[in-house]
């Protein structure tokens, strides 16, 4: 009677692991459904909307501040340098690599290249004073004046480049749509806090001056991002971002002289689209 049933247990054991061998071959974990430990990197371009600013501009013999200040951006549009080594950084770009903690929280370091520039030929509130006033085809009054190139072009166009740490969470919510794979096709949503410093190089034509258009850092920044993840066969996605921030900018170097500084804070608004890759090492 022992050999019958020390039978039964042998063959309930076998069944057993064969059945959960069976399993796991036929339902192996998804790459896709942990993230701790992966690395990911990203490229791609942005556009953006700027808030008003007060700008200061101050050296040896002038210190005057233009207000309420409306700049844009210098968009490139679909162009190949968005993929061309040698001209990458003449679109509005952004670059990120990070590195997720845990499955749901990651580190990042990133450049936002963005660019900033100041809308001529506009009549503007000012105060203070400038040498040679009224011979920039400025047209100043007691308190108002008008951008004319040759009294002042501001750029940062090469760029407002917002050099920054972002730690972020990602979620995915595919079982929203009820993908069936996402080994296949995953949506993951996303969103962050950033910090980082203003690397900027600035076009300024001030007064005549020479200009000075070198990197510099001239203040820092904060910001916050929301976005969609879509990813494809595990290792590829498609990123779009809503990134919000202020900037604080209190050293901008407007000209070949040290004493010519200018100073301004603005809120900014980035739409991003971007492209990238998730794997482990």
């Not at 061998?21 to 791609?44: A, L, M, R």
């Not at 371009?45 to 200061?56: A, F, L, Q, V």
């Not at 233009?66 to 549009?77: L, Q, S």
């Not at 096709?185 to 007064?207: C, H, M, R, S, V």
Request: a negative charge.
């Amino acid at each position: 009677m022992k050999h019958p049933f020390l039978m039964v247990v042998l063959t309930f054991c076998v069944f057993s692991q064969y059945t959960f061998s069976q399993e796991t071959v036929e339902n192996p974990e998804k790459y896709t459904s942990k993230n701790k430990g992966k690395f990911y990197i990203f490229w791609g371009g942005n556009r953006e909307s700027y808030s008003r600013s007060d700008i200061r501009f101050k050296g040896a013999d002038y210190d005057f501040t233009i207000y309420d200040v409306a700049a844009h951006d210098k968009p490139k549009g679909w162009h190949c340098d968005y993929v061309n080594p040698l001209r990458m950084t003449i679109p509005q770009t952004n670059l990120r690599v990070g590195y997720f903690i845990t499955d749901h929280y990651n580190i990042s370091i990133g450049v936002d290249h963005m660019k900033y520039v100041m809308y001529n030929d506009r009549t503007v509130n000012y105060s203070g004073y400038y040498p040679n006033a009224g011979t920039y085809n400025e047209n100043p009054t007691a308190d108002e004046l008008t951008l004319d190139e040759d009294f002042l072009t501001f750029e940062h166009t090469d760029g407002l480049n917002y050099v920054n740490t972002e730690f972020s969470r990602v979620d995915d919510i595919s079982g929203i749509f009820r993908l069936p794979n996402t080994d296949k096709f995953q949506i993951n949503i996303t969103e962050g806090l950033g910090a980082g410093l203003l690397y900027p190089k600035t076009n300024t034509k001030l007064l005549g001056k020479e200009r000075y258009d070198e990197f510099h850092i001239a203040g820092y920044g904060v910001s916050a991002k929301a976005g969609l993840n879509f990813t494809f066969f595990k290792y590829f996605f498609i990123q779009t971002e809503l990134k919000g921030g202020y900037i604080e900018m209190n050293d901008i170097r407007t000209t070949s002289d040290s004493a010519d500084k200018a100073e301004q804070h603005f809120w900014f608004l980035q739409r991003m689209i971007s492209v990238g890759g998730i794997f482990r090492i």
